[in-house]
């Protein structure tokens, strides 16, 4: 492995080949905020850009609640000015339920005890068109889909906080046990075909945030500040410049402003490409075998799921 893939493991991920002995860091029961992106594609100006439209964001608070004699935690629709009750949230052991406002059946968000080479069952998302806030939740079964979610992988992740399980579907989402998502809490982890990017921007407890969407990257360190609504113009400048469309079968468009370096690893942190580009470049990536890779250029690093 080369030094600048060493680099790339231990600044975006922290990957660890070892699942034996592990205390893994639970999902959260209190104290603990997601902000949920939405953005979409403009194609009025050229070139083509996602446009951030609307963040989602969810409060679990410490409020516990007695459902059919089953503790859960109330979990909120939250922003500066209301919170609106969202549903009632369970861990046990390696997996996570809701009961969703208004309903008293039990629904399964994620099961980490997964390994590779399964399918998804009995888990459920939000529905298509239920991403946003305005809209009331509609909660679907995942294993009914169009695309089966079959785990590739599972590795072992570190933060501060612990030990967390990575379930990898070679998907445009994972699921990071203790955290949830990263293509939004409640979405599913389905590669993005449509003109519209989902992901989840930043997930933190109590004051400290612990994955920063802007990067695609889980923090191995704390960052002081719990998310916010707010999302700055660091979050639009990186919008631009991240790779579209996404997924591709090869041809691809860069915003960046500026001639650069970019670097490709593959989903074993194996660097597969190097190339200076100019500003506004376009790529054929066709080359490339199918699945998810990583992009590295000035500084920042990207997730792309080559088709």
């Not at 603990?32 to 403009?42: D, E, G, K, R």
């Not at 992740?157 to 293509?183: P, V």
């Not at 194996?270 to 080359?287: C, H, K, M, N, T």
């Amino acid at each position: 492995m080369s030094l600048k893939s060493s680099y790339f493991l231990l600044l975006a991920f922290g990957f660890s080949s070892s699942l034996n002995a592990q205390n893994f860091v639970s999902f959260p029961d209190s104290n603990a905020t997601w902000v949920n992106a939405y953005s979409t594609l403009n194609t009025s100006v050229m070139p083509f850009r996602y446009e951030l439209a609307q963040t989602v964001k969810y409060c679990l608070k410490s409020e516990d609640t007695l459902i059919q004699n089953q503790s859960y935690q109330k979990i909120y629709l939250c922003d500066l000015n209301q919170e609106v009750y969202f549903g009632a949230l369970r861990h046990d052991s390696d997996r996570v339920y809701i009961i969703p406002a208004d309903s008293l059946f039990e629904l399964k968000l994620y099961d980490f005890s997964l390994q590779p080479g399964d399918t998804i069952k009995d888990a459920y998302s939000l529905s298509f068109g239920s991403y946003l806030a305005q809209h009331s939740p509609v909660f679907e079964p995942l294993e009914n889909s169009f695309f089966s979610l079959i785990v590739v992988q599972v590795d072992t992740l570190y933060s501060s906080l612990g030990a967390h399980r990575l379930i990898d579907f070679g998907q445009s989402g994972r699921w990071l046990e203790g955290i949830g998502n990263t293509q939004g809490l409640f979405w599913d982890p389905f590669p993005n075909i449509s003109n519209f990017s989902i992901q989840l921007m930043c997930m933190s407890y109590g004051d400290s945030s612990y994955f920063n969407g802007d990067l695609y990257q889980f923090e191995q360190g704390a960052i002081a500040g719990p998310c916010d609504l707010s999302l700055n113009l660091q979050f639009d400048a990186l919008v631009e410049t991240r790779p579209f469309p996404n997924p591709s079968p090869g041809l691809l468009q860069l915003n960046n402003t500026e001639p650069t370096e970019l670097i490709l690893f593959n989903s074993f942190a194996e660097q597969v490409w190097q190339q200076p580009i100019g500003e506004r470049a376009r790529l054929d990536l066709s080359f490339l075998r199918a699945g998810v890779y990583y992009l590295h250029l000035n500084g920042k690093t990207y997730v792309w799921l080559k088709q």
